[in-house]
């Protein structure tokens, strides 16, 4: 089966004068550990039997159990208390605590000695100077994709700023425009209110003199009336003046015979 991951964790004990390193290999159903001081190496390899039961004892599926333990051995938790005693016949009891629904738990998993101190610390130095490599190859690539995007970086803010002195030379040169039209239509409507308030003082004027006018027509035609009405008065008056005369001609005719 192969292990889903592995991690190095350097582990300060409380009261201990040197940490620890404790070498992890996890897989889907139980995990390796390799421990040393620098000096002795110890081992801690279990079953999945052993895992199974120690979950079934947690209520917990046997694949929390496996990341719990990957999370506490992976990298040292802050609040957590390790432990690295000294248990019967050179082995060691390597223990972590956690809290779980605010309870306070411990595990405890005992390591026996290894049969090959060197070879064992050996394959820990290994694996830290790999994972070293890998890290600093990380670092260079990071580095260089970091170098590369500060440089894009200041190209599209170079770029920006051109794209932006550009809009604001073209909104002004825009605004420039805008405004000497504006002005134009407003001169040319300046000019047509002047017409149309001349054209209104004019179209007054020509209505005041009509009236007056109308006025003036109005008042001769009533002179008029009047001297015809005198006329005809006179006629008459003159009219009745003459039939006397012509009665008293004919009587006169009248005497003669």
């Known amino acids: 089966m192969e292990a889903t991951s592995h991690t190095c964790l350097k582990l300060e004990i ?54 719990l333990a990957e999370r506490y ?48 610390t050996a394959g820990i130095l290994d694996f830290l100077m790999d994972a070293n490599i890998r890290l600093s190859d990380e670092v260079v690539t990071k580095t260089q994709s970091f170098e590369r995007l500060k440089v894009e970086a200041e190209k599209c803010l170079a770029q920006s700023e051109r794209f932006n002195n550009e809009k604001l030379e073209f909104e002004s040169a825009i605004y420039a425009k805008f405004l000497g039209v504006l002005n134009s239509k407003k001169s040319k409507l300046r000019e047509l209110r002047d017409k149309l308030s001349k054209q209104a003082v004019m179209g007054d004027l020509q209505q005041e003199e009509e009236q007056s006018t109308d006025k003036t027509e109005s008042f001769d035609e009533g002179s008029d009336d009047d001297k015809s009405e005198e006329e005809p008065a006179k006629d008459i008056t003159s009219t009745s003046k003459g039939v006397p005369a012509s009665r008293a001609r004919g009587r006169k005719r009248i005497s003669r015979k």
Do not use: M
Request: proline share 6%; charged share 25%.
């Open 73 to 120: 051995l992976g990298f040292q938790q802050p609040g957590s208390v390790y432990g690295f005693t000294d248990a019967a016949d050179g082995c060691k009891r390597l223990s972590w605590t956690f809290e779980k629904e605010g309870t306070k738990l411990e595990w405890r998993w005992k390591c026996g000695p290894a049969p090959n101190s060197k070879k064992v």
């Open 14 to 67: 409380p009261d201990a004068t040197d940490p620890i390193f404790v070498r992890g290999t996890w897989f889907q159903t139980h995990f390796d550990l390799s421990i040393t001081d620098g000096l002795n190496a110890w081992l801690c390899n279990s079953s999945e039997e052993q895992v199974k039961d120690r979950a079934a004892q947690w209520d917990q599926p046997v694949t929390e159990y496996i990341k």
